[in-house]
Every structure is written in C-alpha cells, then in structure tokens.
C-alpha cells in the first residue's frame, strides 16, 4: 500500500513537472542498469551453481562423467517445479513470447517474469542444460521496461518502447555490446527507428553495458579481441563459408523447430520431461561438450586449443587425429541443435543465441581446418573464421544479419573484419530466406497470424482483436417464425440485417431490409410467408477462431458490409467492415504517430 502511494505520488509530480519525453529517457536508463544487474546476477548464479555441480558432484574421473546423464534433468526437473507450483503458468520464457506480447497483449507481461525467467534460467544452464543465459535475461528485461510502462500508466506505444528498453539493456549487457542491444530491438523485436525510440533504446543499451562493465570488466560472457588480419586473397573461402553458414543455420532453424514439435506432441509433462531428458543425457555421454551453453567451447577455440574440447569425453586419447576432430566437430554441429530443443521441450528455460554462436564458432574452425589441412598453399585464420562462424549462423537463424554483425564486432574489436563479417552476415541470412520466410522466434507466431513485423498493415490487423470489431445488437429471428414475427423484430431493430437462428441457435441464414420492403407492406402475406422462404445464405461466415487477416480477406473476397461471427456454427454477431475501418485507424494512429 505504501509503495502504491509512492508510485502515485511520484506519477503526479512527473504530470506536473516534467515532460514525457524526458521521463521516458529516464525510465530507459533505470531499466538499462536492471537489466544489466539482471544479466550479472544470472551470469554469476550460473557460474557458482555450475562450479559446484562440477566440482562437488559431477567431479573428473570418466566414471563420474556418467553423471551428465542426469544432472541436467535434476535443473530441468526443478525448473518445471518451479513453472508448475510457485509461478503456476506455463507459458514459455522466450523472445517468442515477448513478440506475442508486443502483437496481442499491448507489450504488457506478467509480473513474475521480471524474476521467473531468471530463476528458470539459472536452474536450467547452472545444471548443464544446453541453452543460451541471454533469452531469460532478455525475458526479464522486457518484463520490467513492460511493468515499469504499466505503473504509469504509459500507452501502447511507449510501454512497447520501455519493453523493447529492457530487451536491449538485457542485450548489450550480456555482450558488453551496447550498438548491437541497439539494433535488435529494431531487428529482432521489430520496433520502428523513430526519433521517438533511438534515444531511450541508446540509454537503455549504453546503462546495461556500463552496469556490467564496472561489476565485471573481463567480460559477463567472453571477452576477445581479434588478433589475425583480412586478406583480400582469401575472399573466396569467405565467400563459400558464408554460402556454407546459410545452410547450416537453415539446418539448425529446421531441426530445432522439428524436435520441438515431436517433443510437445507428448502430451503429459512428465513424459515429456523424462524423454528430452534421457535423450539429452544419452547425447551428453557422447559428446559432455555440448554441456551448457557453449561459451567454454569457443573459448578453447579461439585459442585454437581444440585438443582441450575432448578433455573429458570418453575418446580423448583419440583427440590429435585429423578425421576423429573433423567427425566430431561435425557430429557436434549437428547435435548441439538437438541438444537444445530438448532441453528447452523437456521443459527447461533458455536461449537459441548461444547455442547458435557454439555452431557457428564449430562451423568456422572446422572449415579453415579442412581446408588448411588440403595442403593447397594456403593458411586460413581458424581464429577469424570461427568468429565469421558465429556471425554467419546467428545472422541466418535470427534472420537478423545487422545484429550479429554488430554483436561479433563489438565483442572482438573485429573491425579490421568488417568486410568478410558484412559479406558472411548478409549471404547467409540470403540463403535462409531462400529456404524459409520466418526464423525460429517468429515461425509459430507467423503461423497462428500473431506476428507483427514493420509492414503498418500487417501490423495493425495483428494487432486488432476480434472482440474489439464484434457487434451484438443484431436481433434475431426464428426460422421457424412467420412474416409476422419478422415485422414486429424490425420495427424494435435499429439495424438493417437480421441473423436467422434455428432452436440451437445455430445461424441458418440473414435477412437483409432491403430485401423484404415490398412484402412488408402486404398485410394478407404476414401468416403466409415464413422466414425460411425469406432468408439467403451470408456470403461469408467469421469464425471466432479467425485472425484480423483472414478477416480482412473475406471482407474483400465477399464484397460485404457486414459478415455473421459464428463459434462452432452457433451464431455470436456481426462484424461490420466501417467499425474495423475505425478500429483500423485508431491503432495505425496509436503506433505511428511520433
């Protein structure tokens, strides 16, 4: 109570005081420093859970190794406690569900994800899940620009600003890269670069990065700095890695997507649970180095210390030979995908940007390997090709080639690479879209008609509710009744068109005015005629279940004014094409005006 007295208190002042604009910059800098605070706690979390799972139970020995088999579950098995008992909401903590917010919950998200996400997150990679930290944090960052919105009562607009705030805070505090937070709030999340969102989007990324920046200077995840020059004499190996990259991130995209789908056909969530995590556990006795996140991994790679990934599988004697690497790197690329759709089915919380860039950096050393091991006079960097890798594939799987171009520069210092980077980011990214319009954030949501992208149209009938178009005061007749009943109904109507129901209420027919004016006025007809000889089929039904989109079709498809709403064939009312004009307008309004 006396934090809601604050709160209002402190809304008042800022009405009186203190223009919007500049409350809103300043609303971006203290959701920038939670989010970065946000990120450190997790980053920290993760790495002393992860220590001492290690440490004091999993321990070195091979036997102990045996252990990965279910440690991983323990994580995922206390994550789902804690979805299905204190949260009690099972709905997933992933960009995904920041888009459906931001199209169909006016960016407005639960509270508890401002710290659930976290938490999940922290169960799932501290006890060796194969997922990306960056996803919880980018949750709980969105969910706290989102709260923040709605405790002063913010619009649409400006509440989706302070989400996309959180998110990019989360971003740039999680990489140290405050440009890249930048651009994938407008790539990624969809926001529209407007003078009104860069300056709170830059103040947002620029306080998560100095919040992680002075807490931990060596960086939250890895910290790198490119040391091998471009030669020009090498583009075409670049060239036909990036072609490579496009691939690979279309394989990752389509396996993950697959798994994922024959996962969640398993209705029960324990089987479910007991499933992705047996066979994660069955893939992590293999190869143990797709335990976690990945960032260990390419850490050894950028050392080009390759010999180290095999440490603690059971083959490493086997490590120093050319085509067991070259088969494990393969197998590992092909895995790691697999690794993270169950976890994350099973029931665990976690990103796909991490697991992307572990595929991406295997990727890139693996080719400058192969080719350097060809003997043909040449000696590709395995160290700027793992980075090109990283860039290539999360370009492709995010399709965002501006962010992971930003994100591998500002993390390596790489701008001495900016040309292959650029090159690598953008034909994958091509390459993807050849083979796919939607990413792995936006298939679901694209499907279901719940994505909103920068096409104003599209945006708005995503963003439009059928409820908000619906109209109930259309009085009905029987099918059953005679002329006469029908005249005494449009003499109380005040509309024109009348849906004809049956004794279940299911929508038999209409009756338009115009229609019937004539007969009308013939009294000796009255007990003659009966509606059912009266009435004509609507030219087309809405269904409830119906996207704006699809409505929109059949309005143009019909050429009709008003079309009946039916749910399961029972009639519920009519949508009119001038109230979704009206509708229309409000909502373009609400999301451009600037």
């Known amino acids: 109570m006396h934090t809601n007295r604050l709160l209002t208190k402190l809304y008042r002042w800022r009405m009186k005081n203190m223009k919007e604009s500049t409350f809103i910059i300043l609303l971006s800098v203290v959701i920038g420093i939670f989010a970065g605070f946000v990120a450190l706690t997790l980053k920290v979390s993760v790495f002393y859970l992860r220590g001492f799972v290690i440490n004091n139970i999993i321990g070195s020995s091979k036997i102990n190794i045996f252990l990965l088999l279910i440690?991983?579950?323990?994580?995922?098995?206390?994550?789902?406690?804690?979805?299905?008992?204190?949260?009690?909401?099972?709905?997933?903590?992933?960009?995904?569900?920041?888009?459906?917010?931001?199209?169909?919950?006016?960016?407005?998200?639960?509270?508890?994800?401002?710290?659930?996400s976290m938490l999940g997150g922290i169960l799932t990679a501290g006890f060796g899940g194969s997922v990306g930290l960056e996803s919880p944090i980018i949750s709980s960052g969105a969910a706290i620009g989102s709260n923040l919105g709605r405790i002063f009562h913010f619009n649409y607009k400006t509440v989706t600003l302070l989400l996309a705030c959180g998110s990019s805070g989360a971003i740039a505090a999680i990489f140290n890269t405050p440009i890249a937070g930048v651009v994938f709030a407008l790539e990624v999340l969809?926001?529209?670069?407007?003078?009104?969102?860069?300056?709170?989007?830059?103040?947002?990324?620029?306080?998560?990065?100095?919040?992680?920046?002075?807490?931990?200077p060596e960086g939250i995840l890895f910290d790198f700095q490119i040391q091998d020059s471009f030669h020009i004499s090498d583009i075409h190996f670049y060239l036909i890695f990036a072609l490579i990259c496009g691939l690979v991130a279309h394989y990752?995209?389509?396996?993950?997507?697959?798994?994922?789908?024959?996962?969640?056909?398993?209705?029960?969530?324990?089987?479910?649970?007991?499933?992705?995590?047996?066979?994660?556990?069955?893939?992590?006795?293999?190869f143990p180095m797709l335990w976690g996140e990945g960032f260990a991994t390419i850490k050894d790679l950028l050392n080009e210390n390759h010999i180290a990934?095999?440490?603690y599988t059971l083959y490493p004697e086997h490590a120093e030979h050319l085509l067991v690497i070259i088969l494990a790197f393969l197998l590992m690329i092909l895995l790691k995908v697999i690794a993270t759709a169950l976890t994350?089915?099973?029931?665990?919380?976690?990103?796909?940007?991490?697991?992307?860039?572990?595929?991406?950096?295997?990727?890139?050393?693996?080719?400058?390997?192969?080719?350097?091991?060809?003997?043909?006079?040449?000696?590709?960097?395995?160290?700027?090709?793992?980075?090109?890798?990283?860039?290539?594939?999360?370009?492709?799987?995010?399709?965002?080639?501006?962010?992971?171009?930003?994100?591998i520069?500002?993390?390596?210092?790489?701008?001495?690479?900016?040309?292959?980077?650029?090159?690598?980011?953008?034909?994958?990214?091509?390459?993807?879209?050849?083979?796919?319009?939607?990413?792995?954030?936006?298939?679901?949501l694209a499907m279901k008609g719940h994505l909103i992208t920068h096409h104003k149209d599209k945006a708005v009938l995503t963003m439009m509710k059928l409820k908000s178009v619906l109209e109930t005061d259309f009085l009905p007749v029987s099918v059953d009744d005679s002329l006469t009943e029908l005249v005494k109904t449009v003499a109380k109507s005040k509309r024109n068109l009348f849906p004809v129901l049956d004794d279940d209420?299911?929508?038999?027919?209409?009756?338009?005015?115009?229609?019937?004016?004539?007969?009308?006025?013939?009294?000796?007809?009255?007990?003659?005629?009966?509606?059912?000889?009266?009435?004509?089929?609507?030219?087309?039904?809405?269904?409830l279940e119906d996207n704006m989109d699809s409505v929109m079709k059949k309005f143009n498809e019909s050429k009709a004014w008003n079309l009946p709403v039916i749910d399961k064939g029972k009639y519920i009312g009519f949508v009119s094409k001038s109230k979704m004009f009206n509708v229309y307008r409000e909502l373009l309004v609400n999301i451009t005006d600037d």
């Open 505 to 543: 209420d299911f929508l038999v027919g209409i009756i338009l005015l115009d229609d019937i004016r004539e007969i009308m006025f013939q009294t000796d007809m009255y007990y003659k005629v009966m509606i059912a000889n009266l009435m004509s089929p609507p030219p087309a039904y809405i269904r």
């Open 409 to 444: 520069v500002e993390i390596t210092f790489g701008y001495e690479l900016i040309v292959p980077l650029m090159l690598t980011s953008t034909i994958s990214y091509i390459t993807v879209k050849y083979f796919r319009d939607n990413s792995i954030i936006t298939q679901q």
């Open 190 to 216: 969809l926001l529209d670069l407007t003078r009104f969102s860069l300056i709170p989007l830059l103040m947002a990324s620029v306080s998560g990065t100095l919040v992680t920046t002075i807490f931990y």
């Open 309 to 311: 990934i095999f440490e």
């Open 252 to 286: 990752f995209t389509h396996t993950y997507l697959l798994v994922e789908q024959k996962i969640e056909s398993i209705k029960k969530p324990f089987r479910r649970y007991l499933t992705g995590s047996i066979l994660f556990g069955l893939i992590l006795l293999v």
């Open 344 to 407: 994350v089915g099973a029931g665990g919380i976690g990103g796909i940007i991490a697991p992307s860039l572990f595929t991406g950096a295997l990727s890139g050393y693996l080719y400058a390997l192969i080719i350097n091991s060809l003997n043909i006079g040449v000696e590709l960097s395995l160290v700027n090709f793992t980075m090109i890798g990283m860039t290539g594939v999360l370009s492709g799987v995010l399709h965002a080639p501006l962010t992971a171009l930003f994100l």
């Open 71 to 116: 440690i991983p579950s323990v994580g995922i098995g206390l994550t789902l406690l804690l979805k299905y008992t204190i949260i009690v909401d099972t709905v997933k903590h992933n960009i995904s569900s920041i888009l459906f917010a931001i199209s169909k919950k006016n960016s407005l998200m639960r509270r508890h994800k401002m710290f659930s």
